[in-house]
């Protein structure tokens, strides 16, 4: 699996050496890859990055080790800013589609970077990626209810307002259907 590429921006999926890098230091791994380091803050939630270092080797890394042959849906994605060489951010997919074709997404943001349409960008260059596979049908989102910059990234991207669920409310972008032919 290689990176994915939008006008300004680089996603690129970690493999199990990587992600095992960055659950020991986040400066060894940009250091590596030959970026700029990081200083990531995010606005909103504080306990986000928290739980991420938690999930990251009892979830991620596990899921990655389990599934070697689809690790890049189970896999964290550096959000990189391809002009300043820099992570800005993260996303990924929860793993491959259930038997409904049902799959979620997560991303964060550096908060020096919001407010300028990355978060908005990298959505849109990871919802290509997952919808060219043909067993997708739909991608959710959990946001917090007071996070309306999560929200609006969500709106943006054609997600629309399922409804409540324990960690706030649920959005849901279903497959684009071809027009049909008459």
């Known amino acids: 699996m290689t990176s994915l590429f ?28 030959g970026l700029k380091i990081s200083n990531l803050s995010l606005s909103g939630n504080h306990d986000f990055m928290a739980e991420f270092d938690v999930a990251l080797p009892q ?7 389990a599934h070697p042959d689809h690790w890049f849906w189970y896999t964290h994605w550096l959000v990189v800013h391809r002009e300043l060489n820099l992570t800005i951010g993260g996303i990924g997919v929860a793993g491959t589609p259930d038997a409904t074709g049902q799959t979620m997404i997560g991303y964060f943001m550096d ?28 991608v959710v989102a959990d946001t917090p209810t007071q996070h309306i910059s999560s929200q609006r990234v969500l709106q943006k991207n054609g997600f629309q307002l399922v409804g409540a669920v324990e960690e706030g409310v649920r959005w849901e972008r279903r497959r684009l259907q071809p027009p049909v032919q008459v």
């Open 6 to 33: 939008s006008t300004r921006l680089q996603l690129i999926p970690l493999p199990l050496t990587s992600l095992e890098q960055l659950a020991m230091s986040r400066t060894a791994l940009e250091t590596v890859r």
């Open 59 to 65: 979830y991620i890394i596990p899921q990655v080790k």
């Open 111 to 138: 908060q020096k970077f919001e407010g300028q349409q990355f978060t908005t960008e990298a959505v849109a260059c990871f919802l290509d990626w997952i919808f060219q596979h043909p067993d997708v049908k739909s």
